[in-house]
């Protein structure tokens, strides 16, 4: 019997280091739902489709579909995202792709894209996946869900410590401000917008541990899933 456990949360609101966490934990394969599109928009940065601040959007659909863009299970059993083969995992997570990807994620033909890649990928196993529609949109019908958030403080801190090794000149301010033009661009698209979906625990993280929140969020689906099981 396969679940389907859904995490939905603002960017930098500790949702993808607690599903890998939930996942590992209930053997589960944790699919990042962000990473697809992270990797779309890496494709079009690296194929030229940003013009005067203006993703190709036509350009860009046409050019996937004479591409492969693939989440493979390395022996571990984690998920990577690769383009044409090639693992990006490492490229997808800079700040070029993270001040473009909620841009590329308004486009509905772009969601269609990334919506199949989801639903495929969960047709054989137990998932935890994370994301901003998850449990609202690509998984409405999921066992277990999930919105994790904190506030703006919390997450730019977060955000800042990620990046500030690999991008020196990154400021504080300019990670908050990165992250409320997420949140806006996110709960305010016309296509999925991020919301609170329907029968999910909201879970605040902001003065407590990852292991505190893991422990709930563990024992709430081990309860769900126990009911359904019996």
């Known amino acids: 019997m396969n679940f389907i456990v859904t995490i939905d949360g603002p960017s930098s609101s500790g949702k993808s280091t607690l599903a890998k966490k939930l996942a590992k934990k209930l053997s589960f394969a944790h699919?990042?739902?962000?990473s697809i599109y992270r990797a779309?928009?890496?494709?079009?940065?690296?194929n030229n489709l940003l013009l005067n601040g203006k993703f190709l959007i036509n350009k860009l659909i046409s050019s996937?579909?004479?591409s492969h863009?693939?989440?493979?299970?390395?022996k571990n059993g984690i998920f990577k995202m690769h383009i044409n083969d090639l693992d990006v995992e490492d490229k997808i997570r800079g700040s070029k792709v993270s001040n473009h990807v909620s841009e590329i994620a308004k486009f509905q033909k772009i969601r269609e894209f990334v919506l199949?890649?989801?639903r495929d990928i969960s047709k054989d196993k137990s998932i935890v996946m994370d994301g901003r529609d998850i449990g609202s949109f690509v998984f409405p019908n999921a066992d277990v869900k999930f919105y994790i958030d904190s506030s703006i403080e919390t997450r730019s801190m977060r955000r800042y410590h990620q990046l500030k090794q690999s991008e020196k000149k990154?400021?504080?301010?300019?990670?908050?401000?990165?992250?409320?033009?997420r949140d806006?661009?996110?709960?305010t698209r016309k296509n999925s917008p991020l919301i609170i979906p329907k029968n999910s625990l909201f879970i605040n993280n902001d003065d407590r541990s990852i292991g505190d929140v893991l422990n709930q969020m563990l024992d709430h689906t081990k309860s769900i899933i126990n009911k359904k099981m019996h």
Not at 170 to 181: A, T
């Open 31 to 34: 699919i990042d739902s962000g």
């Open 40 to 46: 779309v928009t890496l494709y079009a940065l690296q």
């Open 64 to 66: 996937l579909s004479t």
């Open 69 to 74: 863009i693939s989440l493979k299970e390395n």
């Open 116 to 118: 199949k890649i989801q």
């Open 170 to 181: 990154l400021s504080i301010d300019d990670v908050r401000y990165d992250l409320l033009s």
């Open 184 to 187: 806006q661009i996110d709960k």
